[in-house]
């Protein structure tokens, strides 16, 4: 049979070139829009600088991290030093390095382009929705573009290079260990900033959000930067990557067949990129002038030319096969299916909301328990769903001969994340906007133009909520196929050694339970962990602001300037502070696991591990944005408005919300993703060594 | 070999006999306590009605209940009646009548003594501490008694009578359906009154917690007990039941060995039936006057006592094994950690409890995020001990033999729950000398007095959050050895049918994937609705008690006495009515994964089902303890004491611990032995119809 890799290579390349090529023109498109107000000059300044400065701290910090993990791939993996070819050690340390970089670099322009759409988007409110909408959206999109571009290049380049899908965990494992950073170091940052100019701000002082006398509101601003561009773009790229490479690690170990296993990878990853830049094309405010709806059917619209796509080749290619191409919409259908149902659950127009908003009428414990509970409900439909998913594609492809199941399973969650590229610029428009909004009134630009901001930034909030109930979902499907990923690598190993191979992972095996336990545990723990970091560092920054009022004198009256700097400096150190020990109990966790029960219990933990995390990360995601809308909810009137009891228990509820929804929530899916390569990579570790 | 199943018939039933007429001796014991004050003769009175409305009605709505699953028993279980005898399905219905009746019969006599003990408590008070503690006790012992008694009779009755360890999961089943009543009824039923009682008293009126003016008060005094003595003495039948059950499902399921594995069952079941005695025998406060110390010092000696016995009868009993005593030994003591690290995240005087009084200072949504985490962390130890148990079980008895290594995980369950009579008397202790301090209060039993019923009062929280952790632990161990009976019943339909039988669970097969995923997500979904029916029934009864308020002319002076009955009859209503749909959610979730994916899907879905309810059972009871307890730090002067910020707090976080440690937290248990319980019993139709 024809090898046609070398052409998919290609494309692969010419496609990322495309979206590159795109990002440019957008960036040089956002960067030509008129900006005129000085105090909008000179804040968005600040909420660069203050964004550049956590990110160059999180990069050395990371660097740090790299060069110790660099050493420790060098001497043990693939394999010991002393057990064989130290090329590919130093292979695997390149693509580790690789990982990194290359997200690095997605996430340091995607916050270049971030910040500098803020302010012109407030500008562009002067003239109207529809042309703020556009220069918000663009701005995000830069991201989105590149993070999938960048995913896609390097891939490619690693397996063409290596000539070898073992060595694409070292490049999957770079990408997470830097969204492990971006995510939940991202977040702790942002929430830091948020709950603690909430905390001095609107509680202690009664200022508005955006009040430019607290000392917290850059580091706030500077927050939905790191936290919602920075941080999701790198957590979306380590899911697009793991996917990918689960999909082809598998692939690679499905001996002669007679279906292109490893150009189908690349051919729907490819098509998925180009649906996602005809997307953000063509993606308008239409004549009803509503932004949520042009997010959503752009989103629509990215789904329908994949589909259509991939069928077309699919159908023109020989060796491709349905039943792989139906796992892949399986996977889009449920993907979308998860972001309706988190819909549900959070948008202000549906029922829910105002149930939490009439229950925070009887004081906020009534606040916290039926959010609570409508966050563990809302779990459900989406697991039901991946658990359908993985159960469609697995029966799809089971047909195909020994090994396609799991790829069947992979290939779901490809086609999944197909439209990323859409995903992660619907997400980055969020950010752009929330900060127009605030430059548009420390600016002065008028009532109008708030009034459009807070529109565009209204359909931010309720297309985050689907963005993140994807991203999750998304991540739950990659991860079932890690898992497969991580089966064919320790069969890998153990075949060399001439031992008997893993058939699966029987829960009635001691071992195996073992693992599943201790598994599920850990995102709990980690998860808890970042919260109490966020507390902790909230407390500081408090203290901090407390400071500056006290000693600063003409603050509270409006006559001098806070020392912003100092704020951005807490957050910052605090998140890299308290990420470090939260992600150290994963990776220890799961190597303890490994070297006491060996690769089963390792199996064991993997699923335990993915099972809690979605069900955590689900909850903690859904109920924080419930929270958030209930918030909003009672403000725009509801159960006696603003100022009202039912008020004061919403903002508690929205307050406990921020940790759940944009620190731990979303994390744990960095945190899963990290310890399955983890597994991965040190499965002929485990093998020489464990206990049972 | 000899059979020496008859010698422990015997024996069991002699134990159950010496432990009935103990417990008759310590209810004359009881009995004959004077009681003279008129208002405590009056109140407890009051109680006991209310007690009795509740547990008459709960019983009523459960006959119903239980002639609808005997009607489908009937006519499918353990096969459908038109593929065998009908005598097999008769007698299921029996052994599942006898289930029920049982526990009801000692819930019922639990009640009646625990409401017979709180007054004479209080009275007894009046004269010292030792005297008080030794009332309040011994009737709660009653309860433990009875519960252990009637399970070992059960439990050997039906197994003599029937010959058939299959329909032990009748009787199992109607232990468990009880429970389910019991525990999540109870749980529905002890928050909906307190949460009433305390928002509207203590945060609208600002009366005391026990005020006799606060139409709610009678119903929150019989909430503890129908919630703590009843409720937990029923889910503790049901575990007891259920690790007696599976351990001997798996022993008849082991072909011709050279051990007594069915006696060492019994034996070590009644051994720790006469460790409970000799310990509930022999408990007193010492010297010291610490009551704390008198329950876990007697907690201690029962465990001494019964590793000695079954020690001697290993020793001693040919075809007794040292590895399954080891396994036995390893569950007890795992249970004593895990309920150790329970006291460290919720005792006042371990470092937890002050850091969540801390965070209070900082507003109630620090409250509840620092609780939640500690909570989240505080399930690690549990669920790591609960794995490293089944694995050391495990490796310790696999060298037996096949079916031995499950063997020992059953027989691990069984050695944690052998002390369980002596955990349900320290469980039953609480509300009887809670109740005894309200009355004490509303009797006028003068300072002294009520400092030490509050001292036996204290003394019963911190001993809760112990037997709490342990009956969840137990719990967890019981439905893994479940997994084993399931595996065990289905594979005996499949031998019957020449079908290839079912050697384990490979989360790498789909349904069994699929069905981890649904029943991992059946625990949130289950305690959510638990939560969300306290909400609603508290709102009801806070409606009813304004109603009097307003209506009933000279109720707030103190001139009138309040329609204690009211409240009672919607408590009482509002908890049946709310606990129905979240038990039929997971029985019908359990039935659509059976005919969906088949035994597999269901070997998965008690999986997920387990490590999902675990992980939640451990967290909601945990933070519940911990806030209750950080509440109860701050009212003895920390943080700025009562009437603090950190007060009010504190309160919110207790507001939201209520249903988690009290209604929805423990009835976890029950669902997941209820699910597990329909699992096995429908295995046959499962195996007949299936989708996949």
Request: hydrophobic share 50%.
């Amino acid at each position: 049979m024809q090898d046609l890799l070398p052409i998919f290579f290609a494309l692969s390349f010419l496609t990322a070139a495309i979206a590159f090529l795109f990002a440019l023109y957008l960036y040089f498109w956002v960067k030509k829009q008129k900006i005129e107000n000085r105090e909008i000059i000179r804040v968005s300044q600040l909420i660069k600088e203050g964004a550049e400065t956590f990110m160059g701290r999180e990069y050395k910090l990371l660097g740090l991290f790299a060069l110790v993990v660099s050493l420790v791939i060098l001497i043990l993996l693939p394999h010991p030093i002393w057990q064989g070819s130290v090329i590919d050690n130093i292979s695997m340390v390149i693509a580790y390095l690789a990982g990194t970089v290359l997200s690095a670099i997605a996430g340091k322009i995607g916050i270049m382009v971030a910040t500098l759409s803020n302010g012109r988007t407030a500008e562009a409110a002067k003239r109207g929705l529809k042309d703020a909408f556009l220069v918000g959206f663009r701005g995000g999109a830069v991201m989105g573009l590149l993070v999938v571009g960048c995913s896609l290049l390097g891939v490619t380049a690693v397996l063409m290079i290596a000539g070898d899908t073992s060595i694409l965990l070292g490049f999957s494992f770079g990408a997470s260990s830097l969204a492990l950073f971006a995510k939940a170091g991202g977040g702790i940052f942002t929430k830091t900033a948020d709950v603690a100019a909430d905390l001095t701000g609107k509680v202690e002082l009664g200022i508005a959000e955006d009040d430019p006398r607290n000392p917290a509101v850059i580091a706030d601003n500077v927050g939905d930067n790191v936290g919602d561009v920075a941080g999701m773009g790198a957590d979306l790229f380590d899911s697009n990557v793991a996917a990918m490479t689960s999909a082809l690690v598998i692939a690679s170990s499905i001996a002669d067949s007679a279906l292109h296993v490893m150009e189908m990878v690349f051919c729907y990853a490819l098509l998925g990129l180009l649906a996602s830049i005809i997307g953000i094309a063509t993606a308008r405010v239409g004549k009803d002038g509503n932004p949520t709806k042009a997010l959503n059917s752009s989103t629509y619209v990215t789904t329908g030319i994949f589909l259509v796509l991939t069928a077309l080749a699919t159908f023109f290619i020989d060796g491709f096969s349905w039943r792989i191409w139906g796992s892949s919409a399986t996977g889009l259908i449920v993907g979308l299916i998860i972001g309706l149902t988190t819909d549900y659950f959070t948008d202000d127009t549906k029922p829910i909301v105002g149930k939490v908003a009439k229950a925070s009428a009887s004081g906020p414990a009534f606040t916290i328990l039926s959010g609570t509970s409508y966050g563990f409900i809302s779990a459900f439909p989406a697991m039901v769903g991946i658990a359908f998913s993985a159960l469609i594609s697995y029966q799809l492809c089971d047909p195909l001969g020994e090994g396609f199941a799991l790829f069947g399973i992979a290939m779901s969650a490809v086609g999944m994340l197909s439209i990323v590229g859409m995903i992660i610029s619907n997400d980055a428009y969020g950010p752009v906007v929330d900060n127009a909004r605030g430059l548009a009134e420390m600016g002065g630009l008028g009532e109008e133009t708030i009034k459009i901001a807070d529109e565009l930034d209204s359909a931010g909030n309720t297309v985050k909520a689907v963005t993140k109930g994807f991203s999750i979902g998304a991540a739950g499907l990659t991860v079932i196929s890690l898992l497969g990923a991580f089966m064919a690598e320790t069969n890998e190993v153990l075949r060399a050694a001439g031992k008997a191979l893993i058939t699966g992972f029987d829960i009635m095996q001691p071992t195996v339970f073992f693992g599943i336990l201790v598994g599920a545990a850990v995102p709990a723990v980690f998860s808890a962990m970042l919260i109490l970091g966020v507390d902790r560092n909230a407390e500081r920054m408090v203290g901090e602001i407390h400071r500056q009022f006290d000693t600063i004198p003409g603050l509270k009256e409006g006559h001098a300037t806070p020392e912003y700097a100092k704020c951005i400096d807490i957050a910052t150190k605090g998140a890299l502070k308290e990420l470090i020990p939260a992600g150290m109990v994963a990776i220890i966790a799961t190597l303890l696991v490994g070297f006491i029960g060996g690769p089963t219990a390792i199996g064991g933990f993997l699923l335990g591990n993915i099972v809690s995390g979605l069900l955590l990360a689900l909850f903690m995601s859904n109920s924080g944005g419930l929270w958030d809308n209930s918030k909003k909810y009672v403000e725009s009137g509801a159960e006696g408005g603003k100022g009202s009891e039912a008020h004061k228990a919403a903002v508690i509820g929205d307050t406990v919300g921020d940790p759940y929804k944009d620190t731990a929530g979303p994390s744990i899916n960095t945190q899963i993703t990290v310890v399955s390569l983890v597994s991965s990579l040190c499965s002929s570790l485990f093998v020489a060594f464990s206990l049972f």
